[in-house]
Every structure is written in structure tokens, then in C-alpha cells.
């Protein structure tokens, strides 16, 4: 489970450049903060996503699936030793970068 409070930002980005609705969107959104937070990365279960979501897990994974296959996440799956159980990390793979001469455009990379 998710612990403590936590929040889902979308970027703007994430609307208008990636193209992104609905809980992609919001997915991709959560995934995002944990990756910019100290972690680096989303590490858990799918089940926590779909809860923080308020979706089922089946559609959580097609969610990761989708967004896996546009090339927005890579996914890989661990042992956890404290939990004694395998577990997914799930990070984004597009960096944002800003454009410093015209402060209005936005760029992305998946590099």
C-alpha cells in the first residue's frame, strides 16, 4: 500500500505533448512524482496503483501495458527481501526539458 499522503501532478506536458487522458494520464501522473521524489521510481504492486486509482487491477495493468508500449515507462520486476515476494519498479523514461531562450516551449526527450 501506498504509505502516508501523497499527491498525482500532471504536467501539462503530459496533455498536450504526450496525449495523455483520462487514468493514462493520471498514471503516468503518479508514477511521475514518486520518480521525481527521493525514490527515483515507483516500486510496489500493481494493486497499489489501481487503489490509489480507484480502478481494478486488470485495469491498471493495461494502463502499464499501454504506456510501457508508447515507450513513457519501463517496467521490471525484483525480489523484495523485506517483503519476501517479487515486486514491480516502474519508472518514467521521458525527461522534460525547457527551452531557457523562449521560456514558453517545452521539450521532452525519452533520453
Not at 10 to 26: D, F, P, S
Not at 62 to 89: A, F, P, R
Request: net charge neutral; charged share 25%; proline share 0%.
Amino acid at each position: 500500500m501506498i504509505n502516508g499522503e501523497y499527491y498525482i501532478h500532471i504536467n501539462g506536458y503530459v496533455i498536450q505533448e504526450l496525449k495523455l487522458r483520462g487514468y493514462e494520464a493520471m498514471c503516468y501522473g503518479l508514477i511521475e512524482s514518486f520518480s521525481q521524489a527521493k525514490m527515483g521510481h515507483f516500486k510496489g504492486e500493481q494493486e497499489e496503483i489501481a487503489d490509489a486509482l480507484g480502478i481494478t487491477r486488470k485495469t491498471a495493468n493495461e494502463i502499464l501495458s499501454k504506456l510501457e508500449q508508447k515507450g513513457l515507462i519501463e517496467k521490471s520486476v525484483v525480489y523484495d527481501d523485506k517483503l519476501g515476494k517479487k515486486i514491480s519498479v516502474i519508472s518514467t523514461k521521458v525527461t522534460i526539458r525547457y527551452n531557457i531562450q523562449s521560456n514558453d516551449s517545452l521539450q521532452y526527450s525519452d533520453q
